[in-house]
Nanobody, 123 residues
């Protein structure tokens, strides 16, 4: 059974950092693209970025460029979202998802989703 589990969310002050984890079981993340989405209160879910199997990242939200980066630990079958210089507008539930394919796909083509982890940026 394929499963993605996020962790690492929490409360952080503006300007702070967090690292989110997306751990996979049932399939090998190394072979597949991983997307990060977020949903802020009262807003629709939006794509943040996608990291493909070649470790190339495509940013969907301009405001995170230069602040959010992705890394992979193949031994742990885990993808990380490193978030720095966090802003109140980054507050959202963050989800990782994978299409189960090497290349990045549109949101509706992601077959595997984590349960989400809350990130709150506030003083």
């Amino acid at each position: 059974q394929v499963q993605l589990v996020e962790s690492g969310g929490g409360l952080v002050q503006p300007g702070g950092s967090l690292r989110l984890s997306c751990a996979a079981s049932g399939f090998t993340l190394t072979d597949y693209a991983v997307n990060w989405f977020r949903q802020a209160p009262g807003k629709e879910r939006e794509g943040v970025l996608c990291n493909n199997y070649s470790n190339v990242t495509t940013y969907y939200t301009d405001s995170v460029k230069g602040r959010f980066t992705v890394s992979r630990d193949n031994a742990k079958n885990t993808v990380y979202l490193q978030m720095t210089s966090l802003r109140p507008e980054d507050t959202a539930v963050y989800y990782c998802a994978s299409p189960g394919r090497p290349a990045c796909r549109r949101e509706y083509e992601n077959d595997y989703w984590g349960q989400g982890t809350q990130v709150t940026v506030s003083s």
